[in-house]
């Protein structure tokens, strides 16, 4: 049937509110309107992002809305004026878009573009309105992307068109989490060969930070998690070491000092607590040491230090998507991992339909690696 045009009918998790459980309804998903595109969702991954904004501490949440930001799929239809997709394009959804035109996509330094970073933040499209309704009332969008529906509408430079022979259900997670993780290592800090790295927190983007410093060629990776049943995979991915911060009498900055004759060169804050990006940006060493940030904190928290600390030759950063040019860079990181150049299926820990949502919400808290729920 010919859809194109008309307004589908499809399942989506909703939240309603702040804190509670997504549910599944039937939701109305507009046409596009121009220089948008219509996708037919086959895959998403759910993020501790995702957790973070149903929790009510994304100072940006906003609800009802339709959650997910890691997805893939194909292209249903497309506006007025799209010329770069067409009907049956594979596609993956980008969060942080490209239009290549703004000052931020023109300069190398970032790839933070602004040209709807205004009303993606207000959870609209471009022109200010919605393209989902679900028993009478609009509903919002999510970070440009609202993968949680089987079909969703995004501006074209929210866009990445992809070898159409790649598993949805695997390549979608490059959407966000593995792409992080692995460039915050290649492009954010840079990571030089022969370097000792620590990668704080083993999740799906710490081990993805793990598997960018081996690519890189660091010579000592440390993984520093809590939680040790995670040491296993996170070897496998190329760490060296590991430490966990409660078997250890003294801060944990202090012991990675000592293990590393002064401190590591690069370090990686991949959880979300602004007293362990403190720690991570102390564990590096005097004079070179570069810390990345990457972990979301909560609204309204800060993070501090001595000032000697920089004084003294560090260097704090952040990342976003791992630096990423995202239009131009996910097709290649998608032909990587077709290449078996880059791991994606190992971070896949269970595979759900779209009703098991929370359940896979419910999975990402216990569960060590990534998982994704397919619709």
Not at 120 to 137: I, N, W
């Amino acid at each position: 049937m010919d859809t194109a045009g008309k307004v589908i009918k499809c399942k989506a998790a909703v939240a309603w509110e702040a804190g509670k459980p997504l549910s599944v309804e039937e939701v109305e998903v507009a046409p596009p309107k121009a220089h948008e595109v219509r996708v037919k969702i086959h895959a998403t991954g759910v993020c501790h992002t995702d957790a973070h904004t149903l929790s009510g501490t994304d100072p940006e949440g906003v609800f009802p809305v339709i959650l997910g930001h890691e997805g893939a799929g194909t292209v249903e239809s497309v506006g007025e004026g799209v010329t770069k997709f067409k009907t049956g394009d594979t596609v993956i959804l980008l969060y942080i878009p490209q239009c290549g035109e703004c000052k931020f996509c023109k300069n190398p330094k970032t790839n933070l573009c602004q040209k709807i970073r205004v009303t993606q933040g207000q959870g609209l499209m471009p022109d200010q309105t919605s393209r989902f309704t679900c028993k009478g009332k609009p509903i919002f969008h999510f970070m440009g992307t609202s993968t949680f529906s089987e079909y969703t509408v995004v501006a074209e430079i929210s866009l990445a068109k992809v070898d159409e022979k790649a598993p949805l259900d695997k390549v979608c997670l490059l959407g966000c989490g593995i792409s992080t993780g692995y460039g915050a290592a290649l492009n954010t800090a840079k990571v030089e060969a022969g370097s000792t790295c620590a990668v704080f927190g083993l999740g799906a983007v710490g081990l993805a930070a793990v598997m960018g410093c081996k690519a890189a060629g660091a010579a000592r990776i440390i993984g520093v998690d809590i939680n040790p049943e995670r040491f296993k995979m996170a070897k496998t991915f190329g760490a060296t070491d590991f430490v966990n911060p409660k078997e250890q009498s003294r801060a944990i900055q202090e012991v990675l000092a000592e293990m590393t004759n002064g401190g590591v060169d690069y370090s990686f804050e991949c959880i979300g607590n602004v007293d362990v990006m403190r720690a991570a940006l102390e564990a590096c060493h005097k004079g070179w040491g570069t810390s990345v940030i990457i972990g979301v904190a909560g609204a309204g928290q800060e993070i501090s230090t001595r000032p000697f600390q920089l004084v003294t030759g560090r260097t704090w950063k952040g990342t976003a998507f791992g630096g990423w040019k995202s239009v131009d860079s996910v097709p290649q990181l998608v032909d990587d991992y077709m290449n078996k150049k880059l791991k994606v299926d190992e971070f896949v820990t269970h595979t759900m339909p779209l009703a098991q949502v929370n359940e896979a919400f419910d999975l990402m808290s216990i569960s060590p690696g990534k998982r994704r729920s397919c619709e």
